[in-house]
């Protein structure tokens, strides 16, 4: 075991050290994984830098966080037996401490002398909006807006027959073995309900346009693979004004093969695993140019990368900062 190192909590870097002999461990998870197939370069950015842009999250990522926290307390309440009404309050109660920031864990860090944030939230759990009014805007979400869509998300499944059995449970195992490597794939799931058919994970999306989601995706096979189903439901929340609460809000299953599952678990995932390494061990991540251009706007780093390379370090200074360092699974999408 002496010879086996682990990235992921720290720094992908970190693998380096790791001798040409023993096998390698790799914590992996979605948000990495799906970034390795886009773009190495960011992948360094993001997950060994730890880079965030100054300017906040974008206004959708912002208002898509509020619905997530407004479901993790929401339903984490019907579970631990509190009444809808009640539930509902305390989901709209977390959710505007979202929208305002909690000032004691927000930027906390931990020393000797106190541990944890004395509110009792982990670190930067409610950590504020910075990109979206209360009132919206010709290109922005407003807030209240959101948390209206949210009250009346729970009114329209007031008589839900699907039962709540965990929220933002972390899930972790080991997907993947040879001589070369483990990959332990790790999932933090929205949420998990009982529908009558089964127990499924539920992923939670919020969106201004209605749209499909498409089944190429990491984190939901991943989830199907480590809840042992074939399906996880996609619980749709639009932000659009002009539709019923029928039309935007929707649970659309996304259904996988057992062959496409097994492609995914023994071809894909160590491919890119190893990929990973690789750029780690070369300490050299290349750019992608694929993804630059996204469907939600530009990578966050397209500046940077426009740089001369001797200049890139200036523009990084100038419009990003250092958060905190990685930890699969922190985040949402
Ligand atoms: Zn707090």
Redesign the pocket.
Known sequence: MTDERTIGETNIQDIVDIPTSGKKNIILDSQVLTSVMSCPRLTDFRFNHHLQAISGKANSLECGSIVHKFCEVYYGSLIKGVKREQAVGFGLAAAELYIQG?P???NFVTTPEQVK?K???HSN??PGVHNTPKDSAEYKTGWQFVLDTCDEYARFWASDHWVPLEVEVVKGEVLYEDDEIRILWKAKLDLTCDTNQGIFPVDHKTMKQRRDTISLNNQFMGQCILMRTRNVFINKIGFQKTLKPAEKFLRAPISYSAARLLEWQAETLPFYAKQLLMFAEMEHYPPQFDHCEGKYGNCAFVGVCESDPGMREEEIKLNFMVGPKWNPVNEDD
Do not use: A, I, S
């Open positions: 909690c004691d864990c927000t944030p509110c009792g939230h759990d409610y």
